[in-house]
């Protein structure tokens, strides 16, 4: 089977009495409508990972990741569809969550192992696949070169050039695979990358080793207090985006994002005229595990 999806990511514009004062203009490409659960980056990153296992003539998908990871559930979603079978290994306690209830009725099968013992990857990979021939290695967040290769092809669908391109980073799998996009293309576009955890600056690192030598900037101060951390202002924020435009952005990635550049337009960071695009990396499956912070 050819593994593929058609991407259906429009771009939209966002309007608000802020960008029009600074005289700003915010796009976002919507990702998170590739596909409900193979959504947003997960999607770009899974392509070429995929394709390879088909090379490779493996059938089963074994990766890894928390109990809300849009990754576990990306991978389950993607395996159904494409006729693997996958085993997801999920760090910490059994528990439920809505992620983990669709990636268990996608036919992933699901092993919890403790924080310590997660750490090792391989380890455990070869621990539980070791006497299985078709069990294929992804890794946590579907990270690395391949799943680069797949975000760096988002530049191509761009229709015209923005002044700035804003993502979240986790991995920064993402960030470095549209950086190399904007760079093969020699757009003049600068990169932005907002980590949403505590401490990112080997994050930094990993990115400048994917990219060599590329520039890009790094705006580490809206972690919220480290990863899924939040506080009332980031929910306020979230809420009042969601309901103001009707696009859905989620308090771990692309709520802290937009607070970011929110907070940037706010403090004249940009240029008068400069058009911007916010890449909405999908996921937003995640915010129902986190329905309780809200106060509504
Ligand atoms: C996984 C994820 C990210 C992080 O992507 P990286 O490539 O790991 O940096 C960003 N946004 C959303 C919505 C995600 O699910």
Redo the contacts with the bound molecule.
């Keep these: 089977m050819m593994i593929d999806l058609p991407i259906n990511s429009p771009l939209e514009e966002i309007f608000n009495p802020l960008f029009k004062l600074k005289e700003i203009e915010l796009f976002i490409k919507r990702d998170?409508m590739i596909h409900p659960f193979i959504?947003?980056?997960?999607w770009r990153?899974l392509k070429y990972i995929l394709q390879e296992a088909v090379a490779l003539q493996k059938q089963h998908l074994v990766t890894f990741g928390g109990a809300h990871?849009?990754?576990l559930l990306?991978t389950a979603c993607a395996a159904a569809k494409f006729g693997f079978s996958s085993t997801g290994i999920v760090r910490g306690e059994p528990v439920d969550s809505p992620t983990i209830f669709l990636s268990k009725l996608f036919g992933m099968q699901l092993i919890f192992e403790d924080r310590e013992s997660y750490l090792d990857k391989n380890g455990l990979f070869k621990k539980h696949f070791i006497n299985n021939p078709n069990a294929y290695f992804i890794d946590e967040?579907?990270?690395g070169s391949l799943?680069?290769k797949g975000?760096s092809e988002l530049i191509d669908e761009l229709p015209e050039v923005f002044d700035h391109i804003f993502?979240?980073?986790?991995?920064?799998?993402?960030?470095?695979?549209i950086l190399s996009g904007i760079s093969s293309k020699s757009l003049n576009s600068k990169m932005h990358v907002v980590p949403?955890l505590k401490g990112a600056d080997f994050?930094k690192q990993d990115i400048e080793n994917l990219v060599k030598g590329l520039f890009f900037e790094f705006h580490s101060a809206y972690h919220f207090g480290g990863y899924a951390k939040t506080n009332d202002e980031l929910l306020r924020f979230i809420k009042d985006f969601t309901n103001s435009t009707g696009i859905l952005i989620?308090p771990?990635?692309?709520g802290k994002?937009l607070f970011a550049i929110y907070d940037l337009i706010s403090k004249d960071y940009f240029a008068r005229g400069s058009r911007i695009l916010m890449v909405?990396?999908?996921?937003?499956t995640?915010i129902l595990g986190m329905a309780d912070r809200f106060k509504l």
């Design positions: 998170d959504s947003g980056n997960k990153k990871s849009n990754h990306a967040g579907g990270s799943g680069a975000c993502c979240a980073a986790g991995t920064g799998t993402t960030a470095a695979g949403v994050l989620d771990v990635y692309t994002l909405h990396t999908g996921g937003t995640g």
